[in-house]
C-alpha cells in the first residue's frame, strides 16, 4: 500500500495533468515523472498515464458534444477512415 504521502502527490499530480490538458494537452508530461519517480515499472507507467488520457479526451469531447460544439456530419469522414485503419492494422497484425 501506498503511504499517504504519495497518494496525496498523484492526487495533485493528476489534477495538475487534467487542469493542463483540458486548457493544452500535454498532462502526460507532467503524471510520467511523477509515476516513474515513485518507482512504477516504465511499462506500467506508460499504461497508466496512456489511460488517464483517453478518460480526459473521452470526457472532453462528451462535454463539446453535450455544448453543441460538435457536428457529427463532419465526422463521419475521418470516424470511417480511422475504422478503415484500425482493420488494416489488425489485419496486417493478424497476418504476421
Same mark, same amino acid.
Given at each position: 500500500?501506498? =503511504?499517504?504521502?504519495? %497518494?496525496?502527490? $498523484?492526487? +495533485?499530480?493528476? $489534477? /495538475? #495533468?487534467?487542469? +493542463? @490538458?483540458?486548457? &493544452?494537452?500535454?498532462?502526460? %508530461?507532467?503524471?510520467?515523472?511523477?509515476? %516513474?519517480?515513485?518507482?512504477?515499472?516504465?511499462?506500467? &507507467?506508460?499504461?497508466?498515464?496512456? $489511460?488517464? /488520457?483517453?478518460?480526459?479526451?473521452?470526457? /472532453?469531447?462528451?462535454?463539446? #458534444?453535450? &455544448?453543441? /460544439? +460538435? @457536428?457529427?456530419? =463532419?465526422?463521419?469522414?475521418g470516424c &470511417?477512415?480511422?475504422? $478503415?485503419?484500425?482493420?488494416?492494422?489488425?489485419? *496486417?497484425? *493478424? *497476418? *504476421?
Amino acid at each position: 500500500m501506498a =503511504e499517504w504521502w504519495q %497518494l496525496t502527490l $498523484l492526487l +495533485v499530480t493528476g $489534477l /495538475a #495533468a487534467g487542469f +493542463v @490538458d483540458s486548457i &493544452a494537452g500535454g498532462g502526460g %508530461l507532467i503524471t510520467l515523472p511523477v509515476l %516513474l519517480s515513485l518507482g512504477l515499472d516504465p511499462k506500467l &507507467a506508460l499504461g497508466t498515464n496512456k $489511460l488517464q /488520457a483517453t478518460f480526459g479526451s473521452g470526457s /472532453a469531447t462528451v462535454h463539446y #458534444a453535450a &455544448a453543441g /460544439a +460538435v @457536428d457529427f456530419r =463532419e465526422c463521419r469522414r475521418g470516424c &470511417a477512415f480511422a475504422f $478503415l485503419g484500425g482493420c488494416l492494422r489488425f489485419a *496486417a497484425g *493478424a *497476418a *504476421a
